[in-house]
C-alpha cells in the first residue's frame, strides 16, 4: 500500500513499518508530501521519523493502539460489514441526547453504551450526540484535550468498536452526532508542530498558538481538517457533527473556514444520499454561522444556544454570577426573548464582556431548528465546581418546569445523558494524565479558578483521581425508583407530544406567543394550537391565557381546564401542556 505524510519542513522522511523501514520519496505533484510503498494490512504498525528524529505517528493516523505516543496502525475500513440499511436522520424534528461514552456506563467502552441505547428509544430521541473520541492521554478523560483527528480512543474500543456502536444506533433508528475538537490539540500526544505549520502564533487562543487556518501552510491545515470530518461521515457512517468553540477558530480569509466545511460536507451528503449536517458551538452570537451560504452566511446546519441554557438556569436557580448576571436581572423576560428571537444579546450590552455582543436573528430566513435548546450539558455541569446538576438542587417539579421549556419550545432539545431521570450522580471534570508535571498543572489550575469564587482546595476533586470519574457514571439503578421514575415518565411524555404534535416543531421564531409574570414567575407561550404553561414559584398561580384550551396533554400536577375566564390554575413548581379541542 501506499503510505503518505505531509512534511514541508523536513529534508528527509524515513517510514518505519513493521519489518524494516524505507526512506519516502517527496512526491512531485504536491509540494510538501512524501509517498513510499510497502506491504501492509489492516492492524500493520507503523510510524514517519523526520531527519534524524524517532518514528511518530502519523498525522493521519486511523488508529493509536498504544495511545497518542505509540506507532498508527492501518486501518482497513472496507472490511467492516455494515448491518444497518441506513438512510439517515435529518436534524429538523430532532431530539438529541449528549452522551459521554467514559461516564454513560461503568465499563465506559462504545459496547458497554450500545447495550444501553434501547433506553433512549423508550425515551424517543433521535440522536446520540456522542462527547469526542479522538485518542487522548490515559484511559479517562472528556476527551477535548485529543490528538489524532481521524482515530479513536483505544480504550473505548478502537475504530471497530465506533462502527459497531454507530450500526446498532442506526438498526434502532437513531442517528449519531459526533463532537469533533478543531481548534487546538493535545497538549500531551501533539505531534503536528513537528511535521509543519499545523498551528501559527499570528493568533492567540486560550491553549496558546492558533491551529492554522490562513497563515502561510494554512490551505493542507485546513485539507487536513476538512479531511477528518469527511472521514468520520463517511467511513463511520456518523450522521452529524458537533464542532467545538468554532469562535477559537480564528480566520482571516475571505473563504472562512467553516464556510469551506458546510460546502464539503453539503457535497458528500449529496454524493452519499443522505442528510448530514454540522452543528457549531460558539459564543459570537453572530447568525451568518446558521443562514445559508447562498445568502452570505458560513451555510452550518445549526448551532448551541447558551442564551436559551443561561436565562432558563437563572430562572430556575436565581444564581447571578459571572455570564448569568444579564439574565438574572429579569429572568423571565430573558427566557421569552430567547424563545421568539433565539438570541438574548443580539447586539445589546453585556456586563460579563464589558460590551455589546451579538446581533439580531432574521426570523424569516433563519428557522427555529437551527439553534439547540438544553437546559444542562457537559459545559453547564461540568465545568461548575464540583459538577452539580440541577437534580442537586431543585425539587422534582422545577425539574419538569426546566424539561417542558426545553422540549415543547421552538428550539430544537438537546439533553444531557442522565437528566431525563434527574440523575442524583455528579458529572465532574476528571482526568488522567500520564505526564506528572501537566497532571500536577491541571489539578492546581483547576483548584486555583475555585479559589477565586471561594472555593477551598479540599472541596474541588481532583481531575485525577479515579474516583472522580468513578462517580460522575450514571447510576443505571435509578430510574427505577422514585422520583427519579417520575421525572422519566414525564420526560417520555414530552418528548412524545413533541412528535405527535405538528405544532410542537414549526420552525417560524415569529409565530411564538410569550407571556410572563416577573414577579409571580410564572411563563405561558403559545405555538399554534397548542399552549405551555409552568409556574416556577412555590405558591399556586392564575395564568391569563386569553382563549380557552379545553382539552390537557400533560400536566405534572393534576389540574382542571382553564376557567370561563380563561385562567389557568397551576399549582406551585408545576407546569401543563394544553391544546385546542
Not at 520519496?25 to 512524501?34: H, L, M, N, T, Y
Not at 437551527?370 to 465546581?385: E, F
Not at 415518565?489 to 405544532?503: E, F, G, S, V
Request: net charge negative; glycine share 10%.
Amino acid at each position: 500500500m501506499q503510505f503518505e505524510v505531509w512534511a514541508p519542513q523536513a529534508g528527509r522522511v524515513t517510514l518505519h513499518c513493521e519489518g524494516g523501514t524505507r526512506a519516502m520519496e517527496g512526491d512531485p505533484e504536491r509540494a510538501g508530501w512524501w509517498v513510499a510503498e510497502a506491504e501492509a494490512r489492516d492492524g500493520t504498525r507503523y510510524g514517519f521519523a523526520l531527519d534524524d528524529g524517532p518514528a511518530l505517528p502519523d498525522p493521519r493516523s486511523r488508529r493509536q493502539p498504544d495511545g497518542p505516543d505509540g506507532l498508527s496502525a492501518v486501518v482497513d475500513h472496507g472490511r467492516h460489514a455494515w448491518r444497518a440499511k441506513w438512510s439517515g436522520r435529518p436534524l429538523p424534528g430532532a431530539v438529541l441526547y449528549e452522551l459521554h461514552v467514559g461516564t454513560y456506563t461503568p465499563e465506559g467502552t462504545l459496547d458497554a453504551a450500545a447495550e444501553r441505547l434501547g433506553h433512549l428509544v423508550e425515551l424517543g430521541v433521535t440522536h446520540v450526540e456522542l462527547m469526542p473520541l479522538c485518542p487522548f492521554p490515559g484511559r479517562h478523560g472528556w476527551g477535548y484535550e485529543g490528538v489524532s483527528l481521524w482515530a479513536v480512543h483505544e480504550p473505548y474500543g478502537g475504530p471497530e468498536g465506533l462502527k459497531r456502536f454507530v450500526d446498532r444506533a442506526h438498526e434502532l433508528g437513531l442517528g449519531v452526532v459526533l463532537d469533533v475538537v478543531h481548534n487546538h490539540l493535545g497538549p500531551s500526544g501533539n505531534y503536528l508542530p513537528a511535521f509543519g505549520p499545523y498551528f501559527t502564533h499570528t493568533h492567540q487562543t486560550p491553549w496558546g498558538a492558533a491551529v492554522n487556518l490562513d497563515a502561510p501552510g494554512s490551505d493542507e491545515v485546513r485539507a487536513y481538517l476538512v479531511g477528518s470530518a469527511l472521514a468520520w461521515l463517511r467511513d463511520y457512517r456518523i450522521d452529524g457533527l458537533r464542532l467545538d468553540a468554532v469562535h477559537a477558530l480564528v480566520d482571516t480569509r475571505a473563504y472562512h473556514f467553516l464556510e469551506e466545511l458546510s460546502t464539503a460536507v453539503d457535497g458528500l451528503a449529496a454524493e452519499v444520499g443522505r442528510p448530514l449536517f454540522l452543528i457549531a458551538e460558539s459564543d459570537l452570537n453572530d447568525p451568518r454561522l446558521v443562514t445559508p451560504r447562498a445568502e452570505g452566511g458560513f451555510g452550518l446546519h445549526a448551532q448551541w444556544n447558551d442564551d436559551f441554557h443561561h436565562a432558563l438556569h437563572t430562572a430556575l436557580t436565581g444564581e447571578g454570577q459571572g455570564y448569568y448576571a444579564d439574565f438574572a436581572r429579569a429572568p423571565m423576560k430573558a427566557l421569552a426573548k430567547t424563545l421568539t428571537g433565539g438570541y438574548f444579546h443580539d447586539g445589546t450590552y453585556s456586563s460579563f464582556r464589558g460590551r455589546c455582543h451579538g446581533r439580531p436573528l432574521d426570523r424569516t430566513r433563519v428557522a427555529a431548528h437551527r439553534l439547540l435548546g438544553y437546559s444542562q450539558t457537559h459545559d453547564q455541569v461540568g465545568n461548575r465546581a464540583v459538577g452539580d446538576r440541577l437534580s442537586a438542587s431543585l425539587s422534582p417539579g422545577l425539574l419538569a418546569c426546566a424539561a417542558t421549556l426545553t422540549l415543547t419550545g421552538p428550539l430544537t432539545p438537546m439533553l444531557f445523558m442522565g437528566e431525563e431521570w434527574a440523575a442524583g450522580t455528579p458529572w465532574q471534570f476528571f482526568t488522567d494524565h500520564t505526564d506528572p508535571e501537566l497532571a500536577e498543572a491541571v489539578r492546581q489550575g483547576r483548584r486555583r479558578e475555585f479559589a477565586a469564587h471561594g472555593w477551598a482546595a479540599e472541596d474541588v476533586p481532583d481531575p485525577q483521581d479515579p474516583a472522580t470519574r468513578n462517580r460522575s457514571c450514571l447510576d443505571w439503578s435509578e430510574p427505577e425508583r422514585e422520583p427519579h421514575a417520575r421525572v422519566l415518565a414525564w420526560y417520555r411524555r414530552l418528548i412524545a407530544l413533541r412528535h405527535a404534535q405538528p405544532d410542537l416543531t414549526d420552525p417560524d421564531l415569529a409565530d411564538i406567543r410569550v407571556a410572563y409574570d416577573e414577579e409571580a414567575r410564572w411563563l405561558a407561550f403559545r405555538r399554534g394550537d397548542v399552549c405551555v404553561a409552568v409556574n416556577l414559584a412555590g405558591e399556586p398561580a392564575a395564568i391569563p391565557l386569553g382563549t380557552r384550551p379545553a382539552r390537557i396533554l400533560a400536566a405534572w400536577e393534576p389540574v382542571d381546564v382553564p376557567d370561563a375566564e380563561g385562567l389557568l390554575r397551576v399549582p406551585g413548581e408545576s407546569c401543563v401542556v394544553l391544546a385546542q379541542p
